[in-house]
């Protein structure tokens, strides 16, 4: 497995940082006034030692906004002049880049969509090498750790040493309350895989609401991450990306304010412990569980207005034995013991038959109000 050795710790990037590192800014530059704005704001807060903003972003589908490009730049230059904060860009390819060191930003992160492509990763570490600026790999798109350590380790084949990884969670094929799945076992193996790689979180693309944002970034801090990476804007309402996840200065001080952050004498030590670890991939285990089940439970509505309107019975028997007696068989291939998926299916069968019920109770008191 990979060998990221002679990485820099954070603190040695620059004079004045430490960990953990916070770094904020919005999702975007947008205009001159925001990015100022925006950093002002934050600069005043004390608390916070890089800014951050996209200045070409990576859209899911053409025609939202894409980023201001190059003028962008000059603002972020702006910033660091004035308030004295260090400046975070991201870079998907070489003309990013050597645009970025043009303009003298000290951080480059590799955005989700960049690290899911070797091609893409192995022409900017070719790129970068000669540079020293501190690189932030964000996770893939895809829960896949190795394309993970594989973009890392390009850099730092490359020579780039002043290297960390940003956990921002993991595309959900299935509707779920976050925007990203964390699968924090995810990040744990990566801080396995290399230990003195620092890791930080950036609950904001996790959680994609504001809302969840606290519990996400206490989390990260609880398993001893290096730092938080928040989207933060003078006024999200008005935001041109991710609106609904970026707070202001004055919520981030008050999240920074609440958080608890951790001694660092058990730092490290704490991070790979083999109980946090484990029960860490419960916690995720269980939240996807509960996810699929709320799903199983809305299909099961949907069946329930199906049945309702064509006036089918709610129970139909041979259907329910094909259920138990195919999960059965499934549940022995899997390591389970027949009893127990026997009880499971019965638990859930008896929620979903009440769930039926209810929806079509609902549906013919209201056909009969008519
Ligand atoms: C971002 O940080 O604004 C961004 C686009 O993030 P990601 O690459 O994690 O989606
Ligand atoms: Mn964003």
């Not at 960990?19 to 919005?26: D, K, R």
């Not at 020579?159 to 924090?184: C, D, M, S, Y």
């Not at 001694?263 to 285990?285: G, H, P």
Request: aromatic share 6%; charged share 25%; glycine share 6%.
């Amino acid at each position: 497995m990979a060998k990221l050795k002679s990485i820099s710790k954070i603190s040695s990037w620059f004079d004045g940082l430490n960990e953990p590192l916070i770094i904020a800014g919005p999702c975007s530059a947008e205009s001159e006034s925001q990015v100022m704005q925006t950093a002002k704001e934050i600069a005043e807060s004390g608390k916070v030692k890089i800014f951050r903003s996209g200045i070409w972003k990576p859209r899911t589908r053409p025609g939202n906004f894409e980023g201001v490009g190059e003028d962008g730049l000059k603002w972020m230059q702006q910033v660091k002049k004035e308030f004295g904060l260090y400046t975070a860009i991201e870079v998907a390819n070489t003309e990013h880049a050597e645009l970025a060191i043009k303009h003298d930003i000290d951080v480059l992160w590799i955005g989700a969509r960049t690290t899911s492509n070797p091609f893409s990763i192995q022409e900017l570490a070719d790129f970068l090498a000669g540079y020293n600026k501190p690189v932030l790999v964000k996770n893939p798109i895809n829960p896949d750790v190795n394309l993970w350590v594989g973009a890392l380790e390009r850099f730092h084949k490359a020579g780039v040493n002043k290297l960390a990884a940003v956990h921002r969670g993991f595309f959900p094929f299935e509707a779920t309350t976050l925007r990203n799945i964390p699968k924090w076992e995810i990040a744990i193996e990566l801080k396995s895989i290399c230990n003195t790689l620092p890791i930080l979180c950036d609950p904001s693309h996790i959680a994609g609401d504001t809302e969840y944002i606290p519990e996400i970034a206490q989390k990260a801090l609880d398993l001893n991450m290096d730092g938080l990476m928040i989207e933060t804007h003078y006024n999200p309402s008005v935001a041109l990306s991710d609106m609904n996840q970026q707070l202001t200065p004055i919520q981030l001080e008050e999240l920074l304010g609440r958080l608890i952050f951790r001694t660092t004498t058990v730092k490290n030590s704490d991070f790979t412990n083999v109980l946090e670890t484990l029960r860490s991939q419960i916690d995720s285990i269980d939240q996807q569980m509960l996810e699929l089940l709320s799903q199983r439970m809305n299909i099961v509505e949907e069946i329930g207005k199906y049945k309702s309107k064509n006036e089918v019975t709610i129970l139909q028997l041979r259907r329910w034995e094909k259920i138990v007696s195919t999960r059965i068989k499934l549940g022995k291939k899997l390591g389970l013991t027949e009893e127990f998926v026997k009880k499971l299916l019965q638990l859930v069968h008896k929620e979903s038959i009440q769930r039926q019920t209810e929806v079509m109770n609902n549906l013919n008191s209201s056909s009969r109000k008519k």
